[in-house]
């Protein structure tokens, strides 16, 4: 995977989680199956395995991809494990995905304020009647950061329907939420 060569720290990771029956691994059920794990190893665990689902939902990964490219990350990977990685992949990996994808919309920043006015072209450089009315909007925008930015564009009349109407479903949708 990228960012995770063949180190030290990965293969030791690997080699904990090779240790783990492939049923327990499945479950991640450690200690009521009695396995001893220090919790150092298990955070390490956790952190390997949902660092490469991410990668891997953010490059849009089948379950084989991804084993082949946990397989050229380390050579410790247990034929069984890399077998139940391909299992959980294929069952849960849709999941992760749409989670990556909200999470990315989430982060894009919140708007403040949304200005609008409707407006009548009349003519241009190139055109010398027009008569095509427009919506004109401006908006506000807070990033994470907190930084404020202001967009603005125009639109046609169909184009600011279209616009209204999956700002409606967007509503509806941020309601059940």
Known sequence: ?????????????????????????????????????????LQSI??????????????????????????????????????????????HGSLIHTYQEAHAMASIGQMVDMQWKLGMAVSSDTCRSLNSPYVSLLLKVADTSGEVSYKSFEMTIPQFQNFHSQFKDISAALETV
Do not use: C, Y
Request: a negative charge; zero cysteines; proline letters at 3%.
């Open 1 to 41: 995977m990228p960012g995770l060569e063949s180190t030290s720290g990965v293969d030791s990771t690997v080699e904990n989680i090779g240790r783990l029956p492939p049923d327990v691994f499945a479950e991640t059920t450690f200690q009521r199956a009695g396995i001893d794990l220090e919790w150092k190893a």
């Open 46 to 91: 956790i952190r390997l395995l949902s660092s490469n689902f991410r990668t891997a939902a953010k490059n849009n990964l089948t379950a084989d991809q991804l084993v082949a490219r946990l397989g050229e990350g380390s050579r410790h990977w247990a034929k069984a494990v890399l077998q139940v990685v391909h299992q959980l992949w294929s069952e």
